[in-house]
């Protein structure tokens, strides 16, 4: 093998061995672009459902917070508290089914159980945890439920577009099966992270020998 070859292989695996990873924050607001005035959908509900259109995601991601924006302020009702999953629809935007277990993917996983306060119109209300999401593997579902004291409580906004970002299923009154709203959906804020490759700053070290190297090589040979 050439001296040429070999400085080129042993730089390029420097380059490989050098690499890092760095997480990235960053955060989406999904908005289906058409303002209507709050409602108490997901305050009132015992159990709320919102698909979101995979579209809405660049790439994959570990999500961190999801928070809601109020429309109108108000107060919980005492000793609320109500659970989030997440996980990859089972069923697309648009094709929400009004059974609540038919719409979760098998990687459903608890994300944050919280229990809320008083809030006014503006704030963002919401949850936190870790949640890896692919969006190449279909749209995501956030599936939310009271499991502890009565509902009630601010009102949220949400918006309506046909054929848009979002749609959701809700029951006032059970935890089996709602009322389908394929193009309706709360305004939603996800807080996530990137992980994406950063070279050390060994790398760049190692890039110059390699580059200096390289150039006595043709040198020599050219004498």
Avoid: H
């Avoid at 040429?4 to 690499?19: D, G, P, T, W, Y």
């Avoid at 599936?143 to 006032?172: C, E, H, K, M, T």
Wanted: glycine share 14%; hydrophobic share 40%.
């Amino acid at each position: 093998m050439s001296i040429n070859k070999v400085l080129r292989a042993v730089f390029v695996a420097s380059l490989v061995i050098s690499s890092g990873l760095s997480a990235r924050a960053a955060s989406i607001i999904v908005d289906g672009g058409t303002s209507y005035n709050g409602d108490c959908t997901f305050a009132c509900v015992e159990r709320y459902q919102q698909a979101y259109d995979s579209s809405a995601f660049s790439g994959a991601i570990t999500i961190t917070d999801i928070d809601f924006r109020v429309s109108y302020g108000g107060t919980w009702s005492a000793g609320n508290s109500y659970r989030l999953t997440l996980s990859t629809s089972a069923n697309e935007v648009g094709s929400l089914s009004s059974t609540f277990a038919s719409n979760v993917g098998a990687d459903a996983a608890v994300f944050d159980t919280q229990s809320f306060g008083s809030y006014s119109a503006g704030d963002y209300l919401g949850f936190d945890g870790s949640f890896s999401y692919d969006p190449t593997q279909g749209d995501l579902l956030v599936d939310i439920q009271l499991v502890a004291g009565s509902s009630g409580g601010p009102s949220l906004d949400y918006n309506y577009i046909s054929g848009g970002a979002f749609g959701r299923v809700y029951s006032f009154s059970g935890t089996t099966s709602g009322y389908v709203g394929q193009d309706y959906g709360n305004v939603t804020r996800f807080g996530f992270s990137e992980t994406v490759a950063v070279p050390e700053p060994g790398a760049l070290a190692i890039l110059g020998i390699g580059l200096a190297g390289l150039g006595l090589a043709r040198r020599k040979n050219a004498a």
